[in-house]
């Protein structure tokens, strides 16, 4: 990494505050920051400095230090210069640091830099800035449990695993005559599903975290006047989206983030799901239908004074292989008990009956992230990873229970290897990697 440049960024928030903090990274930060300081710059030692401009003239003064490579942040020589927090100030310190040699930095290129020097495995990268981020003293803690190296343990676990698997099938193909009596003696079928278990597990704690993170997202769908929007406003206490008894009410998709039981919910109210030559409405349809696709969880809102109507059966099956929980809504306009169908849920917004009952099951589904030191923060990338890696476990077990052969699970098993190892960050492309880091913070 000898030939790497050096880069500076303001490490503080921008604005006014009492100490901003200039980062200094790279081979030039040494020098850089003793021209800064006209002086010498002993490791680790915290002193008084004056930081001065080309002109000699005092700019600033505060406290400066070095932490020379490797054992600083991210991995090479460090200086961090922390001055007064004014904007002004830190960008004429910022612009003296570039005539001394430094680059500015891009986001996230501290981070970046200690992960290509092994400081950091990818997860735990990430962890920084989920936890910088983190929208919840529960999200706080699921990040720091990534940032220790929880998840990335986990990962390591899993992999080894695989590892061990692939050493048995691979040397069985080496004695070609008595593969199949060598894979089927060591229980091959079972070690995999055992793995795939394991996998499982983590990807349940993962799923878990990705909520914590991102929320729950929950889509408010069914026919136009079904009582949707008006769901949505007693679900965020207040009236976010129009309600009228005219059918067609809500065109675009309605965002809101709320919170049920300390648990992060992003709610969406749709369109009414129903033929329409209105291209307005037609595309606020197609829309919600997108967001049925991508949600956790579904709720089809049908209103208990009409029952299931044609139209709804039409939309129960456009939604076959969705996850979703039909609920009567409207039911304070039932007058008679025997009206009522003892298995569905149902709900007044109006009387609020049913209300409590549906927070439950809503949130049933996802654990008390307060009590639960389980849960580790995870992305939607480490979810797709894991998915990958569970698919190309199952696709072994069958092809290796169909054919006895191990050739094509080996080329399985390399694969699952590989997904798990994207999460930590030892197999990735520069492609992948900009992208990770390109949304961190400047300075970080
Ligand atoms: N009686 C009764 N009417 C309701 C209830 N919820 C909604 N409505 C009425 O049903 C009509 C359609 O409601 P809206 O929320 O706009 O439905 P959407 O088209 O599915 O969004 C409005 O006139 C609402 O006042 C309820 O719980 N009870
Ligand atoms: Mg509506």
């Known amino acids: 990494m000898a030939d790497r440049d050096t880069i500076a960024a303001i490490a503080t928030p ?111 990268a990430e962890a920084i800035a989920d936890l910088i981020e983190s929208g919840s003293r529960a999200a706080a803690k699921a990040a720091m449990r990534s940032l220790e190296g929880e998840f990335s343990s986990h990962i390591r676990v899993l992999v080894e695993d695989v590892i061990s698997l692939r050493v048995y099938v691979e040397s069985a193909l080496d004695f070609a005559e008595e593969e199949i009596d060598f894979l089927a003696d060591a229980n091959i079928s079972d070690k995999l599903l055992v ?16 909520i914590l993170k991102d929320g729950l997202s929950l889509v408010l769908a069914g026919l136009p006047n079904a009582g949707k929007s008006s769901l949505l406003n007693h679900l965020a206490g207040y009236e976010a989206a129009i309600v009228t008894d005219i059918p067609g009410t809500t065109r675009d ?75 009567y809504s409207k039911c304070d306009l039932l007058t008679n008990e025997g009206q009522r169908n003892k298995k569905t849920s149902y709900i007044s917004v109006h009387s609020g009956e049913g209300m409590e009952a549906l927070i439950n099951q809503i949130t049933g589904e996802v654990k008390d992230f307060n009590q639960d030191n389980q849960t580790i923060l995870a992305r939607r990338r480490h979810i797709d990873a894991l998915q990958r890696a569970r698919q190309g476990l199952i696709q072994a077990r069958q092809v290796f229970d169909d054919t006895g052969s191990g050739e094509l699970m080996a080329e399985d098993l390399r694969q699952v290897q590989q997904d798990l190892n994207e999460i930590t960050g030892e197999f990735n492309t520069e492609d992948l990697l900009g992208q990770i880091f390109s949304r961190f913070c400047i300075g970080k």
């Open 14 to 124: 921008a604005g006014v505050g009492g100490i901003g903090i200039i980062r200094l990274s790279g081979p030039l930060a040494l020098s850089i920051g003793e021209s800064l300081i006209h002086d010498e710059l002993p490791a680790k030692q915290v002193r008084f400095r004056r930081f001065y401009d080309s002109a000699k003239q005092i700019l600033d003064h505060g406290i400066c230090f070095y932490y020379p490579q490797p054992h600083s942040f991210s991995g090479e020589d460090v200086v961090e210069i922390q001055a007064h927090g004014g904007p002004v100030l830190l960008d004429m310190l910022l612009e003296r640091v570039c005539e001394l040699g430094a680059r500015l930095a891009r986001a996230g290129e501290f981070s970046e830099r200690a992960f290509l020097n092994g400081k950091l495995d990818l997860a735990q």
């Open 195 to 210: 793995c795939q278990q394991a996998i499982e597990r983590v990807l349940q704690r993962a799923e878990q975290g990705r």
């Open 253 to 327: 998709v309605i965002h809101e983030h709320i919170s049920l039981k300390g648990i992060p919910i992003r709610v969406r109210d749709t369109a009414g799901l129903r033929e329409s030559d209105n291209p307005v409405e037609q595309e606020g349809i197609k829309r919600a239908w997108q967001e049925i696709n991508k949600a956790d969880s579904v709720i089809l809102l049908v209103d208990a004074s009409l029952g299931i109507t044609p139209d709804d059966e039409i939309i129960i099956k456009q939604m076959e292989s969705i996850n979703y929980q039909l609920v």
